[in-house]
């Protein structure tokens, strides 16, 4: 766990007295307030999904109205003291926990479904609903939420838009900047913007939610959420092949675009180290493959008509085989296939980091120039004498992730975080990006683990701007301080 040498305490948060507590408790319930003496509790708040980021709060608040949330900001605000808003606590970055002794203001509690509409598919919500609770809400009605995530039994509605969470299906439902429709924020201040539209075609001015959408807590707290939901298909298939080089990952993608068309709703893709880790996770069940391969990727269609989903992925099965570009392949028979097949997928982040911890690289480059990276940060870590066996610190760098978006994940499995296997990999990962023009945070955010480098990827004067924007929202920088802003 990272103990922070690297950042010091702002002495202008105030430390909390028994009177701020007082005050908490005169509007909370018990259930609401967690406090120090309950550490079990305050434990999972305080240190994050990768156990690598650890704070020391000693007071968490869990709200049940956007009233009571508006009542807590005005006072921190008021009072200087500093608050992290937190979702489902599975942020990759280091975004969602306290750096120090920060506030912990937790969405858990503001959970209801609050209004749904059967023919527009457009779902208003509490931020702190579970991701896979509103897509089962929606499922009931034959809708499906338009994003979906290997965290989405913990995430929060309200948390994958303050990520701007990307996930499995961006390919098939665009990002959330297109489907979120509104929002309900509270300003630092207190004040509540409720701006929960349900309307596809709003040009009155600027579009205000777009700059709530992905700000990572810094600004505001997301406390409703109004979304477009498309319908759910009824008809699912999942191949899962093997391929010899990314160049064929590359063509098969081509292909499939054009082949599969509209029911193309994944194009995933893993390396054979990925699968080797995952192999060892989850030893009770089969891999698709006993041989093993360098490339594998997982194809999803949805559609409305099975019979034609099925003549479509058969048709452009036989072609990818036909031409060489795939050497292997099996179609799921049933949902249990269907599900086993994408835990070769979902589980990846899991598996990676069970040997003792995991360095986490969310990246965009251009589709040509993707696995180049993997290959670079392997060839690092092997020249200084860092990967291989024990005693050595890494185990591997690996890479997977969402090829239809352009987005790797570089995962480096290590046996345990230290700052030698940190200062090979970091800046050395950010300038390879750099270079390519790509982007350092393709979906999980900056947070804390990339607040010093977003000069990577963003020019002085768009930094500026960010600046500006923090500033005119939270004067007082109370809201997620120490993190990317
Ligand atoms: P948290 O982790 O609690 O918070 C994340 C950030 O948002 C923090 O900065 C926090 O301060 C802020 N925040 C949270 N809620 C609010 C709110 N209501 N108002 C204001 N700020 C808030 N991400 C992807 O993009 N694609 C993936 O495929 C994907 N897969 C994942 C798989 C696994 C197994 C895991 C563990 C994570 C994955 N993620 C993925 C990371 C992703 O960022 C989160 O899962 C999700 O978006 C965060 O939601 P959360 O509710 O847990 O937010
Ligand atoms: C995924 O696509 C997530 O599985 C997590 O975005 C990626 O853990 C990671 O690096
Ligand atoms: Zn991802």
């Excluded at 913990?154 to 489907?179: D, Q």
Aim: net charge negative; aromatic share 10%.
């Amino acid at each position: 766990t990272e103990t922070y040498p690297s950042v010091k305490r702002d002495s202008k948060f105030k430390h909390l007295s028994s009177e701020d507590i007082t005050f908490f408790q005169s509007i909370l319930s018990q259930q609401e307030l967690l406090l120090a003496s309950d550490q079990d509790n305050l434990e999972f708040y305080n240190e994050d999904w990768m156990r690598k980021y650890k704070g020391q709060s000693s007071l968490v608040l869990r709200p049940k109205t956007v009233k009571k949330v508006s009542q807590i900001l005005k006072y921190c605000n008021d009072n200087h003291i500093a608050v992290v808003p937190q979702g489902g606590n599975t942020g990759l970055v280091g975004g969602s926990v306290p750096v120090f002794d920060e506030v912990i203001l937790s969405l858990n509690y503001l959970n209801q479904i609050r209004d749904f509409d059967p023919v527009s598919g457009i779902l208003k919500c509490d931020a702190g609903v579970i991701l896979e609770n509103a897509d089962q809400f929606l499922a009931e009605h034959g809708y499906i939420f338009p994003l979906d995530l290997g965290a989405k039994g913990s995430c929060h509605v309200g948390g994958v838009v303050a990520t701007n969470a990307g996930g499995l299906r961006l390919l098939r439902y665009g990002s959330l900047h297109g489907s979120v429709l509104g929002l309900e924020v509270v300003l630092p201040n207190g004040a509540i913007v409720s701006s929960m539209h349900a309307l596809r075609k709003d040009n009155t001015g600027y579009d205000l939610k777009q700059l709530f959408i992905g700000s990572e807590g810094t600004i505001g707290v997301i406390t409703g959420v109004s979304i477009l939901t498309p319908p759910r298909p009824n008809a699912f298939n999942v191949s899962f092949l093997a391929l010899e080089n990314f160049q064929a990952v590359q063509n098969v993608f081509v292909k499939a675009k054009k082949d599969l068309a509209e029911v193309l709703s994944a194009f995933e893709f893993m390396d054979s180290y990925s699968q080797d880790l995952t192999r060892k996770h989850l030893e009770n069940i089969n891999h698709p493959f006993e041989e093993e391969h360098p490339f594998y990727v997982l194809i999803e269609t949805s559609g409305s008509n099975k019979e034609h989903d099925d003549a479509k992925l058969e048709a452009f099965l036989e072609s990818v085989i036909e031409e060489g570009l795939v050497v292997d392949g099996v179609v799921a028979q049933d949902e249990t296939e269907f599900r086993n097949l994408w835990q070769w997928r979902e589980l990846i982040p899991e598996s990676a980091q069970a040997n003792g911890g995991v360095y986490k690289y969310d990246i965009s480059l251009p589709l040509k120039d993707l696995y180049s990276l993997v290959e670079a940060a392997n060839q690092r870590l092997e020249q200084l004498g860092i990967l291989g066996d024990v005693p050595k610190p890494v185990i591997r760098a690996i890479g997977y992730g969402h090829v239809g978006d352009g987005n790797l994940h570089l995962n480096v499995a290590v046996r345990e975080y230290s700052k030698q296997v940190e200062e090979a990999l970091e800046p050395f990962i950010y300038e390879f990006i750099s270079s390519k023009k790509g982007s350092i945070s393709a979906e999980h955010g900056l947070g804390f683990q990339k607040k010093n480098y977003i000069g990577f990827t963003k020019t002085e004067p768009e930094i500026r701007l960010i600046k500006d924007l923090k500033h005119h929202y939270d004067p007082n920088g109370i809201l997620n301080p120490y993190k990317y802003v």
